[in-house]
């Protein structure tokens, strides 16, 4: 959903910052949709990043920018612990060492997307920039371990790295899925869209969110601010919206009315509370804004963005 | 050098914790001396842990301990960045996975070793348990992911993993060696051999020490407390002595007196200088501390250690 949005926002632009751009690969393990009325060249590769070689090809045009968000998430990263292992990690380190294995000139900047699922609880009602990375799922383990690879390897000169630590995204277009934050972005959505939504824990429930359109932006700004100010620091915890379900529910009335808020149902689910029971809640995400990343101001815009993005565009 | 004290220790008690030792098996990539007098068998076994197939055979016997100390030191894995990935990253996860493909019932004790390098600049005067990890060398990267990947398999229940980051280890026996931080021990070492020494640093540089007794007694804890009180927290900073250079000459002049320290010929090198400048000084070690870990007084039993156990034995 995230690499959709980008490459649709980017054949919009038609240039990445100040520059324009002049060609466009994709490259996915399902046949990825090259952009419509693109005005650059866009070709698509049908490829697993994950099989030795594949990396290799990628570079072999020498990209000057390269956005990877290839990841096996976390529900299935915990069920295939293999695959989520050779995904989220080997498949990262085979981009990495392809670019190190290039000539010394090239340094591409390399952006890539991390999770706030690499802090573990316990976790103080704000996670500041230096909380420490003690993921508590393979998923997160797997995040971290390549958020402290692709650091290495800047520090060393082989490629400009920049890893954004995405908030939950919502709210997410598209079907339900069987995600345990799936919820957060259901009870908003179907309602919109005339539909019954089930909320599996209690509306006090407090967790960190950006808009899809933000996290868009944070990677075009990722993409194109001064890595000098980053030092060797390279993982940035994304700015984001701290808000309750009520706070989500309250903002859907505002944009839907009493009668949207009435589609949603409240059947508590324990599996699904304990597991956000152990996520975090919010961030002073400083060094991120600092360096001009920039949120969603609250869940109403997060909600009126998905309208906007999502709803009016049919 | 861990290797073989613990080696010579394990043969020494003929235990570990209340359980006797029935079976040592030694693997290096050269060949390991075997322990005289052990009241247990040994065998030894030259092989790669880096290289596939190997890890599977070592735990095909199923040890119900496991020490992994093999690793390739900051220099080297600054310089050669692939043998550094190769072993201090990848062959520990052979390991991991191998034992992780054992059946179901079968979960072993494995300790390993890291290192403070996890740990990178800004440093406050005291760092505390908490700290984030931001490694600034190859070596902190490769042990800090691995410590990563040990706790994500402890905590699925492949295995029962404990890391522990041991301080600089000094007065370390034998030759002088062209690691950076060479000169804590030759400067006490030396002097105490009758030889000349060179300090290329300040008397005011604060670092953070362990003796080698200290080391392998923090193994063998590690070996045996309940692992059940770590929780999810699999890597613990050791305990140790922080001290400067003028505390160790100190502790040398109590020790050889005026004639040892007049050894010590201080000729200063920028490079070694700027290093140095980029470590650690001190640690609030408290978890391993509540934990039972148990480190040197302070420098004074430092070089006692190093003159009962290297001195009187000869």
Redesign the interface.
Known sequence: MVGRKLVERLARDGRLGAEPISQLSLVDVGAPDPPRDAPFAVDSTVADLAEPGVANGIVAARPDVVFHLAAVVSGEAEAD?EKGYRVNLDATRLLLDAI?ECDEGYCPRLISTSSIAVF?PPFPDVIDD???????T?YG?QK??TE??L??YS??GFLDGVVIRLPTIAVRPGKPNLAASGFFSSIVREPLNGQDAVLPVSTDVRHWFASPRSAIGFLLHAATLDSGQLG??RCLTMPGVSATVADEIEALRRVGGEEAVRRIRHEPDETIMRIVSGWPRAFDARRARDLGFQADADFDEIVRVYVEDELDRR
Do not use: N
């Not at 230096?130 to 508590?136: C, E, G, K, S, Y």
């Open positions: 612990l190190r573990g230096d909380h420490l990375t003690t993921p508590a393979s383990t971290a371990m402290l690879l650091s290495d520090r060393r060797d620091r």
